[in-house]
């Protein structure tokens, strides 16, 4: 699986982004679907999953309820809407794929990794 994020760019806190990583290669409906973010000089963490359907969703606990995992699987894209944006959401964001248990957060469960998108929220 082939996979390009894209949507990343700068917002005041408080704003909105709307995040997509597109997938192209192997059937796209086999794979369970995360986001991740690392930030300047820190570890890279998981922020979002996704099951193949789209029926359960997981989060890391600071962005519940701001952010929202989805995906179109005709499209083969994942979405990840992130509202009420705060300086500490600013990082590269990195969509990911695993044919796994997308309620396991680590980063070792998923075998493919898009590019990033870097996101950057100013107070």
């Known amino acids: 699986v082939q996979l390009q994020a894209s949507g990343g760019g700068s917002v005041q806190a408080g704003g909105s982004l709307r995040l997509s990583c597109a997938a192209s290669g192997r059937t796209f409906i086999n794979y369970a679907m995360g986001w991740f973010r690392q930030a300047p000089g820190k570890e890279r963490e998981f922020v979002a999953a996704?099951?193949?359907?789209?029926?359960?969703?997981y989060y890391l606990d600071s962005v519940k309820g701001r952010f929202t995992i989805s995906r179109d699987n005709a499209k083969r894209v994942v979405y990840l809407q992130m509202n009420s944006l705060k300086p500490e959401d600013t990082a590269v964001y990195y969509c990911?794929?695993?044919?796994?248990?997308?309620?396991?957060?680590?980063?070792?469960?998923?075998?493919?990794w898009g590019q990033g998108t870097l996101v950057t929220v100013s107070s």
């Open positions: 996704i099951n193949w359907i789209g029926s359960s969703t």
């Open positions: 990911a794929a695993q044919k796994g248990d997308p309620s396991i957060a680590r980063m070792s469960e998923y075998e493919y």
